[in-house]
């Protein structure tokens, strides 16, 4: 008899575990979203702060161009100009890294749910539905891809514009680079309309994948 309650309470304490972890399954996945969703604002903000940094580069390159008065300062403007704008594209770079890595988690366990749903006209609407974010998820890579692909000769670029510098710092040396430092600027345009593209789709994305409930909109006048 003692035998028998044993077991009975054993297989209650299973069955209530199976529950909970069935009930964690139900609801797990919109945290993952979260997640997500916090992580595409963040690399928003990275960008921006990216773009700012860029423009910092070029005024320090411009300065030291068009202005040679002090090279030792101007050079040391630029130089700290361009190792911080070189971290924050490995900062981007490692952000949306991880953003992908949690959005392929997030649609996986969707339609791993998805599956789950008896109701053919709500799985239906489900299946929509994450078509929807996935593609807009999809978008953001693609234009992520542009971006950086941009982005990668212009560093490259000044780079090698201050090692140049870095050995011959000199007036001549300086006019030796003009032709590279215009077309610096040249080429940041198209990369900081890349880079503001791309933080919109960021953050319409995150606010798509978000459980926050969007502001209500003023009253109208």
């Known amino acids: 008899m003692k035998t028998n309650k044993k077991l009975n309470f054993a297989s209650y304490l299973m069955l209530a575990a199976l529950l909970a972890a069935a009930a964690g399954c139900e609801t797990s996945n919109y945290q993952t979203g979260d997640a997500t969703a916090e992580g595409l ?4 903000d990275k960008i921006q702060a990216a773009k700012g940094q860029l423009d910092s580069v070029l005024a320090a390159l411009n300065d030291l161009v068009n202005n040679p008065t002090n090279l030792p300062t101007q050079y040391g403007a630029f130089s700290g100009a361009v190792t911080d704008l070189q971290a924050s594209g490995k900062n981007v770079d490692a952000r949306v890294a991880a953003m992908r890595a949690k959005g392929t988690e997030y649609f996986k366990a969707w339609d791993e749910q998805s599956a789950q749903i008896k109701n053919e006209d709500i799985k239906s609407r489900s299946d929509a539905r994450k078509k ?5 998820f999809t978008k953001v890579k693609l234009s992520y ?17 201050r090692t140049a510098l870095g050995t011959d710092l000199t007036i001549g040396g300086v006019a030796a680079i003009k032709g590279a430092a215009q077309k610096a600027n040249q080429d940041a345009v198209p990369l900081k309309k890349a880079g503001d593209d791309l933080s919109a789709q960021l953050k319409d994305l995150g606010a798509a994948m978000s459980t926050s409930t969007p502001a209500p909109a003023p009253p109208a006048k």
């Open 132 to 136: 929807e974010v996935q593609d807009q």
């Open 41 to 44: 604002q963040a690399s928003a």
């Open 145 to 161: 891809t542009e971006a950086r692909d941009a982005y990668r000769p212009l560093m490259s670029d000044l780079l090698d514009i």
